[in-house]
């Protein structure tokens, strides 16, 4: 797997009118503390809370239009949750996404506040990949993977 900065510039391309162009600051005390120029990019801003915005966004962003008429299934705890569930939203497609019942309360909302079917499951018990298998191969949707995918990495390399 391999990914080079062209992706990264081309997934910016795509996506740049649908995320925040966050800012990027520095701290004096921080910078004397380490003795070192450091740079905080702000993705806390961005529409979701998170970086994950971008990589969610840009996958989609690549999806065929079979795809996106089935809709698409993920899984995650959080950031990556909303990330779909927002992304899907804005470009008006079915999201289902799998989140363990132990999931901070306000992940669940807001991933259910941005349109997507939030299904729960006991993260002791069962496995999260196994439920979005089942629902890709069952509904045909696209499984977007919260990691390990070229998409997902060139659209969060753009903070």
Same mark, same amino acid.
Do not use: C, W
């Given at each position: 797997?391999?990914?080079?900065?062209?992706?990264?510039?081309?997934?910016?391309? =795509?996506?740049?009118?649908?995320?925040? /162009?966050?800012?990027?600051? *520095? !701290?004096?005390? +921080? #910078? @004397?503390?380490?003795?070192?120029?450091?740079?905080?990019?702000?993705?806390?801003?961005?529409?979701?809370?998170?970086? =994950?915005?971008?990589?969610?966004?840009? /996958?989609?962003?690549?999806? *065929? !239009?079979?795809? +996106? #008429? @089935?809709?698409?299934?993920?899984?995650?705890?959080?950031?990556?949750?909303?990330?779909v569930a927002y992304a899907a939203l804005q470009k008006n497609i079915s999201a289902k996404i799998i989140m363990p019942k132990n999931a901070p309360k306000i992940k669940i909302e807001n991933t259910k506040k941005y349109g997507a079917d939030v299904i729960l499951y006991d993260s002791f018990f069962e496995s999260r990949e196994k439920i979005g298998n089942e629902i890709k191969e069952k509904e045909n949707r696209e499984l977007i993977k919260p990691y390990d995918d070229l998409d997902i990495i060139a659209g969060q390399g753009t903070a």
């Open positions: 797997m391999n990914i080079s900065f062209k992706d990264i510039e081309i997934a910016y391309k =795509k996506i740049k009118d649908s995320i925040i /162009k966050t800012p990027l600051v *520095s !701290s004096d005390y +921080i #910078n @004397n503390l380490l003795d070192s120029e450091v740079y905080f990019k702000l993705e806390n801003l961005q529409n979701t809370g998170s970086f =994950k915005l971008r990589g969610a966004t840009h /996958k989609i962003s690549r999806l *065929s !239009s079979n795809i +996106i #008429n @089935n809709g698409v299934v993920a899984y995650s705890s959080g950031n990556h949750a909303q990330a």
